[in-house]
């Protein structure tokens, strides 16, 4: 896996790959007390996520569960790459873009 290849050119195996690795190198900074770089090791798995989700299963218009967050849900308006835009259902937020990886579809 080359290391200047972008996320939308890899294939499954290599996104798992990166994913693991993001996944890895977080777990290391928790261990170590660093609680910004983990954020950012999490944020980065959970975009590589996002391209292994089929965007075609996502509905435009349809409310769904996120994943890791207990009776929140989002009502997806469009979805652009690997982000579903929308609104948060109960919050009074304007619009805002969610990684695909966070939709609960099944």
Same mark, same amino acid.
């Given at each position: *896996?080359?290391?200047?290849? +972008?996320? =939308?050119?890899?294939?499954? &195996?290599?996104?798992?790959? @990166?994913?693991?690795? &993001?996944?890895? +190198? ?5 261990? *170590? /007390?660093?609680?910004?770089? &983990?954020?950012?090791?999490?944020? +980065?798995? !959970?975009?590589?996520? %996002? &391209? !292994? ?6 509905? =435009? /218009? +349809?409310?769904y569960a996120l994943i890791g967050a207990e009776k929140q849900y ?16 109960? %919050? ?7 990684? @695909?990886? !966070?939709?609960? !579809?099944?």
């Amino acid at each position: *896996m080359s290391e200047d290849k +972008k996320l =939308i050119e890899m294939n499954t &195996y290599e996104l798992q790959q @990166v994913v693991s690795n &993001y996944r890895e +190198k977080a777990r290391k900074a928790e261990m *170590m /007390g660093i609680v910004n770089e &983990y954020e950012v090791w999490q944020r +980065k798995a !959970l975009i590589a996520e %996002s &391209y !292994l989700v089929d965007t075609n299963q996502i509905e =435009i /218009g +349809k409310v769904y569960a996120l994943i890791g967050a207990e009776k929140q849900y989002f009502k997806v308006e469009r979805i652009k790459g690997v982000f579903a835009w929308g609104f948060r259902l109960g %919050s009074n937020l304007s619009e805002e873009g969610i990684p @695909v990886a !966070l939709l609960q !579809l099944k």
